[in-house]
């Protein structure tokens, strides 16, 4: 009902935000009705070679199709380098994590280019997704309640947009608190990652709007981190962590996050 009621608009920021939002909306368009353009000068008998996920969603809704255009944009490149950013961190406050990630990737011996190489760095890739845990770039998740619910005693009526703090949830400690341990994404075997786990991660969200390129996300993830490691050595903070602070901006990413770190030789 605040959120309703209350004159937004007066604020600058987000006046600014809206109109960032608008030429976002525009451009989105633009892609949208060129490569629409494209898909029917095909049909006319012309020859497109590409056929990649956005022209796999083009019969969707405009509305729709614009969104998850934004979502490719936007959610695809920026949470990638606040989770990078926010495992250096952490790799450089626990340096046997940090050593026995980079004697992983030196085990490989090879910059990694495929997913069969990144499928033989899964300790790298739990020091991934235990830095999302601890450290989700996303902030909370908004929900729409469908149904009139009782959640917790609760009523939340149809219609109630509800914000899920995952973050409180992830670092709980009936999973893990918030200490920095890789290893609790593996099986029983030490060795293999759960996938039951990483399924259910809930940096990504969950349902059937879970976020679609959560395994690209990991991998990419997984693949920068590995390069770091195999050309750089002793990752170090230049300062104190109790400068390093986390921030709001689109997403949630580290403030003052200074490093040091030595070129390894060839």
């Not at 600014?16 to 892609?31: A, F, Q």
């Not at 989700?136 to 009782?150: A, G, I, N, Y």
């Not at 981190?225 to 962590?241: E, G, T, V, Y």
């Amino acid at each position: 009902m605040t959120r309703d009621r209350f004159p937004w608009n007066l604020n600058p920021m987000i006046r600014k935000m809206h109109t960032g939002v608008k030429r976002l909306n525009r451009i989105c368009d633009e892609i949208i009705g060129s490569r629409r353009a494209e898909q029917q000068a095909a049909a006319g008998g012309g020859r497109v070679e590409r056929c990649d996920l956005l022209d796999k969603l083009l019969h969707l809704d405009p509305e729709d199709l614009r969104g998850n255009l934004i979502t490719f944009l936007v959610a695809g490149s920026d949470t990638t380098a606040m989770t990078t950013s926010w495992c250096l961190y952490y790799l450089s406050l626990n340096p046997h994590i940090q050593a026995k990630a980079r004697a992983e990737v030196d085990t490989l011996g090879h910059d990694p280019k495929t997913i069969a190489d990144l499928n033989q760095l899964p300790y790298v890739e739990c020091c991934i997704l235990e830095t999302l845990r601890l450290q989700s770039p996303s902030v909370f998740l908004l929900h729409e309640c469908v149904d009139d619910t009782l959640l917790d005693g609760k009523p939340v009526p149809a219609g109630t947009v509800v914000a899920v703090l995952q973050h409180q949830v992830m670092v709980s400690k009936s999973q893990g608190g918030t200490i920095y341990k890789p290893e609790r994404w593996f099986t029983n075997d030490g060795v293999s990652i759960d996938q039951s786990l990483v399924r259910d991660h809930l940096a990504f969200g969950g349902g059937p709007r879970q976020c679609p390129g959560q395994n690209m996300a990991i991998k990419e993830a997984t693949m920068i981190m590995a390069l770091i490691l195999r050309f750089f050595d002793d990752i170090r903070l230049n300062h104190s962590p109790s400068c390093v602070r986390g921030k709001v901006t689109f997403t949630y990413g580290p403030e003052n996050l200074e490093l040091q770190m030595c070129q390894r030789a060839d």
